[in-house]
C-alpha cells in the first residue's frame, strides 16, 4: 500500500471516530441533563466534559497529522445521536425506566471504541513522531476509567430497572 493510499485510509478511520465522537457528546449531555440533582447525573457530567475534552485531543492529533475534518461526517455523528432517540420504548414524551440502562450501555459502547482509536494511534506513534505516546497512553487510561464508571452506572440501572423490587414480590405473591 502506498504512503497517500495510507493516509487516506487513516483520514476516513479519523474522521469516523470524531463523528461517533461527536453524537456520543450529544449522548452524554443529554444523559447528565436528564439527572441533574443525582450522583450519575455529577459522574455523567463529568464524563461529558472528559469526552468533550477527548474529542478535541482528537481533533488536535488529526491536525497534527494533517487530516481534515470532514464536516458532512460530523454533522451525520450528530444527526445519528438525534435519531437514536427516536425508539418505541412505550414512552411518547417521557423518559422510559430503560432510558438509563440503554444510555449508559450506548456510552459504554462509545467508550470502548473510543478505547480502540486511542490503542490504533499508540501503534502507529512507535513510527510516527507527530504522535505523542505519552499523550495517547494518558488519554489510553482515561478511557479505561471512562469505561469502568459507566460499567457502575450500568450495573446501577439494571438494578434499579430490572430487577424486582421486595414490595413487587410482595404485592404479585399476596395477589
Given at each position: 500500500m502506498s504512503d497517500a493510499e495510507s493516509a487516506g485510509l487513516l483520514a476516513i478511520y479519523l474522521n469516523d471516530h470524531y463523528a461517533g465522537a461527536t453524537g456520543g457528546l450529544e449522548l452524554f449531555r443529554r444523559a447528565a441533563k436528564a439527572t441533574p440533582n443525582s450522583a450519575d447525573g455529577a459522574a455523567l457530567a463529568d464524563l461529558a466534559k472528559q469526552v468533550e475534552e477527548d474529542r478535541d485531543a482528537l481533533a488536535r492529533i488529526m491536525t497534527d497529522l494533517g487530516v481534515t475534518t470532514s464536516q458532512p461526517k460530523v454533522a451525520m455523528g450528530w444527526l445519528a445521536e438525534k435519531a437514536g432517540r427516536l425508539k418505541p420504548n412505550g414512552h411518547i414524551l417521557s423518559r422510559s425506566p430503560l432510558s438509563d440502562l440503554l444510555e449508559t450501555e450506548s456510552m459504554l459502547l462509545g467508550v470502548l471504541g473510543k478505547t480502540a482509536c486511542w490503542?490504533?494511534?499508540?501503534?502507529?506513534?512507535?513510527?510516527?513522531?507527530?504522535?505523542?505516546?505519552?499523550?495517547?497512553?494518558?488519554?489510553?487510561?482515561?478511557?479505561?476509567?471512562?469505561?469502568?464508571?459507566?460499567?457502575?452506572?450500568?450495573?446501577?440501572?439494571?438494578?434499579?430497572?430490572?430487577?424486582?423490587?421486595?414490595?413487587?414480590?410482595?404485592?404479585?405473591?399476596?395477589?
Open positions: 490503542r490504533t494511534l499508540r501503534i502507529l506513534a512507535e513510527s510516527d513522531e507527530r504522535l505523542s505516546a505519552d499523550r495517547l497512553d494518558t488519554l489510553l487510561e482515561r478511557a479505561e476509567q471512562q469505561s469502568d464508571t459507566l460499567e457502575e452506572l450500568r450495573s446501577a440501572a439494571v438494578s434499579r430497572t430490572l430487577l424486582p423490587r421486595p414490595t413487587d414480590t410482595l404485592t404479585k405473591g399476596n395477589m
